[in-house]
T-cell receptor, first 113, second 114 residues
Framework: NAGVTQTPKFQVLKTGQSMTLQCAQD?????MYWYRQDPGMGLRLIYY???????DKGEVPNGYNVSRLNKREFSLRLESAAPSQTSVYFC????????????FGPGTRLTVT | GNSVTQMEGPVTLSEEAFLTINCTYT??????LFWYVQYPGEGLQLLLK?????DKGSNKGFEATYRKETTSFHLEKGSVQVSDSAVYFC?????????????FGQGTTLQVKP
């Protein structure tokens, strides 16, 4: 059982370049999330999709866009990368909303130079 | 708004010592509370959860009790092992939310020495 998978695991970008982080889950979960993790700040929500066909902004959405491609896949796009977006990015999914635990992918470590 | 505050780390203990990591929260209504663990180089894993007041979550020797009167969800383990070295995150999911968004504390690093 793969759970939540993310690609790539590592990426180095130059300022201004674009890229898409891919996330897929095989647990038939309705809700999916993108977080970033920075030292001393815990995880902060970038965007989420409560159900297929819907997406909403989280705490730190600026500079990002998302696509809920289908129930399984939720991608995060950086249109013009900036050094402030250097971080570790985690995708997560959950069966529902209130009270349900989230399952996390292994993360993507992104460095923007 | 909702928030979670954890004790600052790092916490350094000897093997077999007693562990407490404090977590307090601010939220309206009756949130669900979680502890997640992150081992080096890995994603977060759910350690335990509690969904209503006075519930006790437990897993792998770790325990935490949902205390609404003190708005706390402290993590405890009676005897830690070197393999418990990791970063621990307290989190809540608001009861009034229909999105399932998690609010995380800043994380507490635990280092257990042999």
């Amino acid at each position: 059982n793969a759970g939540v998978t993310q690609t790539p695991k590592f990426q180095v970008l130059k300022t201004g370049q674009s890229m898409t982080l891919q996330c897929a889950q095989d647990m038939n979960h309705n809700s999916m999330y993108w977080y970033r993790q920075d030292p001393g700040m815990g995880l902060r929500l970038i965007y989420y999709s409560a159900s297929e066909g819907t997406t909403d902004k989280g705490e730190v959405p600026n500079g990002y866009n998302v696509s809920r491609l289908n129930k399984r896949e939720f991608s995060l796009r950086l249109e013009s990368a900036a050094p402030s977006q250097t971080s570790v990015y985690f995708c997560a999914s959950s069966a529902g909303t209130s009270g349900y635990e989230q399952y996390f992918g292994p993360g993507t470590r992104l460095t923007v130079t | 708004g909702n928030s979670v505050t954890q004790m600052e780390g790092p916490v350094t203990l000897s093997e077999e010592a007693f562990l407490t990591i404090n977590c307090t929260y601010t939220a309206t209504g009756y949130p669900s509370l979680f502890w997640y663990v992150q081992y080096p180089g890995e994603g977060l894993q759910l350690l335990l959860k509690a969904t209503k007041a006075d519930d006790k979550g437990s897993n792998k020797g770790f325990e935490a009790t949902y205390r609404k009167e003190t708005t706390s969800f402290h993590l405890e383990k009676g005897s830690v092992q070197v393999s418990d070295s990791a970063v621990y995150f307290c989190a809540l999911s608001g009861s009034s939310s229909n999105t399932g968004k998690l609010i995380f504390g800043q994380g507490t690093t635990l280092q257990v020495k042999p």
